[in-house]
């Protein structure tokens, strides 16, 4: 989702913009091959490698580490020292699990302690682009939305059919607007600027809360929304952190970008689709 997009905002920008897929049927010119559980290093020379590949999903990082820990940091490493070494600025897309989720608004210089398996693997993906001193870059992310969410589309699709939403009033997010971290990454990119930056909503909220907005910004009867509890679904412990916030001040003075507020970024869901 999040490389699709960040593709598409630098073709607007001009930027000539190389996409890697792992797919053999969808690579081209453009879009050269890269699976990162045996990565080959002879890709294309770039100025700028976005590390936004990944098995993204904390219950898969769970359920298999090894595997997953070969794509998300053995391949990510061996593909973000081979660019740099042919003189690419190196940016990780990493995330708030890189933290225990105990603490809000986590600072940029606070030590990562992860809770769980992806967290783990982003952290140590972490170290080894930070390792490459100006050349490396770290962005961490909390929850980034965008109106084709699946989750967002489902809700909208019941909603429109007058049938009633069950979203966890335990199950917390800091939603970010996809575009905000276009932005942040954009400025990372023209600077090549190293160390760690963090791209996240403002606030903790629940997802309760996110489908109130939706729903009367949108208009649809607010009965609908029936919160129910996470501890039912069959989602990981480590998928339920309290806080996924982190504090943008460096980013604030820098860039002037400030962590949207809570409602904003929901009321950017409704405006974009
Ligand atoms: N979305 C968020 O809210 C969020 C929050 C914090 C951090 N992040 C981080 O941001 C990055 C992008 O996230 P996303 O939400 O855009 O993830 P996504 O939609 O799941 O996309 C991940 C991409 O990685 C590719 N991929 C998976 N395994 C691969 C492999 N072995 N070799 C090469 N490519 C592989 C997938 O390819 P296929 O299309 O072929 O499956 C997919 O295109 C990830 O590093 C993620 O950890 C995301």
């Known amino acids: 989702m999040i490389g699709a997009a960040l593709a598409d905002h630098f073709k ?26 045996s990565p080959r290093l002879d890709l294309p020379a770039a100025d700028v490698v976005i590390l936004a590949a990944a098995v993204a999903r904390i219950g898969a990082c769970e359920k298999d580490p090894v ?5 998300n940091v053995d391949g990510t490493l061996a593909v973000a020292e081979y660019m740099a070494g042919q003189g690419a600025h190196i940016l990780l897309l990493s995330s708030d699990k890189a933290f225990d989720g105990t ?9 990562p302690g992860p809770a769980c398996e992806y967290g783990r693997q982003k952290a140590a993906a972490e170290a080894g682009v930070l390792a490459l001193g100006e050349q490396g870059a770290v962005l961490r992310l909390s929850k ?14 019941d909603l429109a059919a007058g049938q009633a939403i069950t ?12 575009e ?4 942040v ?16 909503g403002g606030e903790d909220r629940s997802y309760v809360d996110l489908a109130r907005i939706l729903a009367m910004e949108s208009g649809y009867d607010p009965a609908l929304i029936q919160p129910g509890s996470c501890q039912t679904a069959d989602i990981p412990a480590a998928a339920r952190p309290r806080y996924t916030s982190l504090e943008m001040t460096l980013e604030q003075s820098r860039w002037g970008i400030a962590a949207p507020a809570f409602e904003a970024t929901a009321l950017s869901i409704i405006k974009r689709k």
């Open 144 to 157: 980034v939305v965008e109106p084709s969410l699946e989750l967002l589309q489902d809700w909208a699709k």
């Open 12 to 37: 607007a920008l001009g930027w000539q913009v190389q996409a890697t897929t792992r797919r053999q049927d969808q690579v081209d010119d453009n879009h050269p091959f890269l699976d990162l559980a």
């Open 167 to 178: 979203p966890f009033h335990d199950l917390y997010l800091a939603p970010v607007p996809v």
């Open 180 to 183: 905000l971290v276009a932005e």
């Open 185 to 200: 990454t954009t400025h990372i990119a023209e600077e090549c600027a190293g160390g760690i930056y963090h791209c996240t």
């Open 103 to 111: 603490v809000p608004l986590r600072a940029r210089t606070d030590t």
């Open 67 to 71: 595997a997953t820990r070969r794509i």
